[in-house]
C-alpha cells in the first residue's frame, strides 16, 4: 500500500510550480482517459492524511470530474488494493472553495473500513445461492 505521484505530470512552472523535493506534495495536469478534457489535480500528504482534490477541464471551462475521472486519478496516485473515500460531511461542516472539484482521502494510520462487497451486489465470480 503507497501513496505516490505521477512525477512525468508534475507542473514544475507557474504559480503552483513544485517539484520532488516537495515529496507528495504538489499540482499536475494530465490528460484525462475521457477525450477533449484535462485532469488538474493537487495532491498533499499531511496532518495524519493523504489527499487529491480533482477538477476536470474541456478548454478554459471548469467541469466536475465523472466516476472514470476520478477511477484514473485514484489509480495514479494509490496501489490497486488501497481503500481511499470520498466523504460527504455534515451539512455544517461543508467546505466549496472550488466548484467542481471532488477530494479522495486516506488516513495515513491504520486501514479505512470497508462494508463487504456483497452488501453493494455480486461480483463476476461470486457463487449464487438460489433459494425458493
Not at 489535480?41 to 476536470?56: C, K, L, N, Q, T
Request: aromatic share 10%; with cysteine; proline share 8%.
Amino acid at each position: 500500500m503507497s501513496f505516490h505521484v505521477p512525477e512525468r505530470h508534475r507542473v514544475m512552472t507557474g504559480r503552483l510550480a513544485t517539484d520532488f523535493t516537495y515529496g507528495h506534495n504538489g499540482y499536475f495536469l494530465l490528460a484525462s482517459d475521457l477525450p477533449g478534457r484535462l485532469l488538474s489535480i493537487i495532491a498533499s500528504d499531511g496532518a495524519g492524511w493523504e489527499h487529491v482534490s480533482v477538477r476536470a477541464l474541456r478548454g478554459r471551462r471548469s467541469a466536475t470530474p465523472t466516476w472514470a475521472e476520478m477511477c484514473q486519478a485514484k489509480a495514479l496516485f494509490w496501489d490497486d488494493e488501497d481503500a481511499v473515500v470520498q466523504f460527504h460531511p455534515k451539512r455544517s461542516e461543508y467546505v466549496n472553495q472550488h466548484p467542481n472539484v471532488l477530494h479522495l482521502w486516506r488516513p495515513t494510520e491504520g486501514a479505512i473500513p470497508t462494508p463487504p462487497p456483497l452488501l453493494v451486489g455480486l461480483r463476476a465470480n461470486d457463487p449464487v445461492e438460489v433459494t425458493r
